[in-house]
Structures are given as structure tokens and as C-alpha cells.
């Protein structure tokens, strides 16, 4: 049985931090490509960053360039999320995502955490 398992996701005052993490299990890890999206009230779920298998970096929404970082441990079957410098606007559901590794369709979802940025 496939999961995704979010976790990290809290309150935090704007200009902080927080990791997100994310625990696979049910499918072979390192042969997809995972990803982060999040979703605002009022908005689309938007893509935040995605990580090849192989731990390469795909890309980053604009809006968290230099202060957001994807990466994963394949030997824990887990992805994380390293997010610095928040702002309000980076309030939303916070979900994984995997994906295939050779149509980048989406597959598999976690349940989201959820991330608030207020002071």
C-alpha cells in the first residue's frame, strides 16, 4: 500500500524557518521523482519544487528561489523541504507528491501539512 506521510508543518513568525519531511512507503522510492506543491485558501494548488530520483534538482516556483530547498535521503525513503525565510504569503496546505519519472504525471499524494506564516 502505497503512502506519503507529511510532517513539520507548524506556526511560525515571518522571516523563520521550518522542515518539512515526507515518509514514503508502498512504492521503490528512488525510481520517481518527488515533489512538493502547496495549496492557499482561494488558489490552485501551485508546484513549489520537484527532485529526480537520483536527487537532482528540477526546478522552483519562482516565488521561493533562494529561500526554499528540496532534497531527499533514498536510503530513508524521504524527501524534505528546508523553507527560510517565510513570508505570510507562503501560508497554505503543504502536500508530496510523487510522480513518474518519464511523464512527470503526478501518481501518488500525501495527506498536507499545514504551514502558517503570522506574527
Known amino acids: 500500500q502505497v503512502q506519503l506521510v507529511e510532517s513539520g508543518g507548524g506556526l511560525v513568525q515571518p522571516g523563520g524557518s521550518l522542515r518539512l519531511s515526507c515518509a514514503a512507503s508502498?512504492?521503490?522510492?528512488?525510481?520517481?521523482?518527488m515533489n512538493w506543491y502547496r495549496e492557499a485558501p482561494g488558489k490552485e494548488r501551485e508546484l513549489v519544487a520537484s527532485?529526480?530520483?537520483?536527487?537532482?534538482?528540477?526546478n522552483y516556483a519562482d516565488s521561493v528561489k533562494g529561500r526554499f530547498t528540496i532534497s531527499r535521503d533514498n536510503a530513508k525513503n524521504t524527501v524534505y523541504l528546508q523553507m527560510n525565510s517565510l513570508k505570510p504569503e507562503d501560508t497554505a496546505v503543504y502536500y508530496c507528491?510523487?510522480?513518474?519519472?518519464?511523464?512527470?504525471?503526478?501518481?501518488?499524494w500525501g495527506q498536507g501539512t499545514q504551514v502558517t506564516v503570522s506574527s
Open positions: 508502498g512504492f521503490t522510492f528512488n525510481s520517481y521523482v
Open positions: 507528491n510523487a510522480a513518474s519519472a518519464r511523464s512527470f504525471r503526478p501518481l501518488y
Open positions: 527532485i529526480t530520483g537520483g536527487g537532482g534538482i528540477l
